[in-house]
């Protein structure tokens, strides 16, 4: 089977730029949108990152804001990792991830530690594949993968639910505190 051959060679061999491989240079975001074209596995225009997605994704906090009208090497690794993540989780959990992920760490080193966990991700799924798969066995293949996707992202949900509430973010702690100092305000006179 030609297509699914094609399929497991792309999963284990297709990855995103390493951080050295990235343009070294600030890029304008229609250079962005060009770059993260190539930096992810796709196979139609559904997944195809837009200028109102990056906006978007700084204005939510899950980008830093551009320098002036460029964009980093920094906003390459993060928009990486915020398009592949959004295939599995909402950009709200995307964005608890992110947050949570790399305050106060190196982007590089963060950005390195995604593509390892990338590339594991990847080989394991190839390894999933049968050497034989028969046009038949193929919803089966599909059912196991989809069921696997399904209970990796309810642990994922569980486990930001669990982080929040032993830690919660800062945002989430000031905004209770002026909450609950806030005066109510008096009943509208009927």
């Known amino acids: 089977m030609e297509e699914l051959q094609e399929l ?19 890029l304008y975001m229609d ?51 915020i398009c592949a993540l959004k295939q599995v989780l909402s950009v709200k959990d995307v964005g608890r991830l992110v947050k949570r992920g790399s305050a106060g760490e190196d982007p590089q080193a963060l950005y390195a530690y995604f593509l390892q966990e990338l590339d594991k991700a ?7 594949f049968p050497a034989d798969l028969t046009d038949d066995e193929l919803p089966r293949l599909a059912l196991e993968l989809a069921l696997r996707s399904y209970a ?7 486990i930001l639910d669990i982080m929040d509430a032993r830690n919660p ?15 109510p305000r008096a009943k509208a006179a009927d």
Do not use: F
Not at 19 to 26: K, L, T, V
């Open 169 to 183: 973010m800062p945002e989430k702690t000031e905004k209770a505190k002026k909450e609950k100092t806030a005066k």
């Open 122 to 128: 990847l080989s394991a799924t190839t390894e999933a």
């Open 31 to 81: 250079q962005i949108i060009s770059c993260m074209s190539r930096q992810m596995i796709h196979y139609d225009e559904r997944d195809t990152l837009t200028s109102a997605m990056v906006n978007n994704y700084i204005k939510d906090g899950l980008l830093p804001r551009a320098e002036g009208k460029r964009y980093s090497r920094v906003h390459l690794g993060y928009l990486t990792a």
């Open 152 to 158: 990796n992202r309810l642990a994922c949900q569980r």
């Open 8 to 26: 497991k060679r792309r999963l284990a061999e297709e990855r995103p730029q390493a951080w050295d491989a990235m343009p070294d240079i600030n």
